[in-house]
């Protein structure tokens, strides 16, 4: 991919794409696909890596967790209005690395669906069931058709179109992945048109 990239970057130096905007446009594509073939291919490696290396296990503190994911993402959103309801979260027994894996895919997601909305509202809180602790991850976006939440977990699987969102398809399975191997289950409920909740759980 880095090959074809390089060689559409000479061939950008060699013809005049302004006389010949087709041409330019041509090599637009290819150039666009070969980010996304490269986007895939580091996901789907990331994805192959979560069930090989051994879990690095210490105390997490989630409020400080999200609160840093909140940061880093809120930097890249400048152009878009967030709401942002984080109640008080936990610490638990993890491995911080791949736990903020976990919390940068939901709250990404949770962000890049609800682009559409004046304002995106998106909350994350948590609460103690039994022996596990549950954390929910909720927004106002376009959410999904509830009959196919299932599908949300494979790899590839994805609701909606490239050209709508953009995505690998890859980032819930590696959520799944992650938090099965902490003990815990992922689950997601919404409505077509009135946002998603992603619940997580890990051991208490």
Request: charged content about 25%; aromatic content about 6%.
């Amino acid at each position: 991919m880095r090959h074809i990239k390089s060689f559409v970057g000479l061939l950008r130096g060699v013809v005049d794409t302004e006389a010949n905007p087709k041409t330019g446009r041509y090599l637009g594509v290819i150039e666009d696909a070969t980010d996304r073939l490269n986007s895939l291919i580091d996901a789907m490696l990331n994805f192959a890596r979560q069930s090989r290396e051994p879990l690095q296990l210490t105390q997490v503190d989630l409020g400080q967790l999200v609160g840093s994911v909140q940061t880093e993402l809120a930097a890249q959103v400048h152009d878009q209005r967030v709401s942002w309801k984080i109640g008080t979260l936990p610490v638990v027994q993890g491995d911080p690395a791949l736990l903020r894996q976990v919390v940068i895919n939901l709250l990404s997601n949770a962000l890049k669906y609800s682009r559409p909305r004046d304002e995106s509202v998106v909350e994350v809180r948590s609460e103690r069931q039994g022996a596990v602790w549950a954390f929910h991850v909720r927004d106002n976006g376009v959410g999904f058709d509830a009959r196919y939440a299932d599908r949300l977990f494979g790899v590839f699987q994805r609701l909606h179109r490239q050209d709508e969102f953009e995505g690998t398809g890859v980032g819930l399975a590696t959520v799944q992945r992650i938090v099965a191997r902490h003990g815990g289950e992922v689950s997601a409920t919404s409505q077509a048109g009135e946002g998603a909740t992603f619940t997580f759980t890990l051991p208490a």
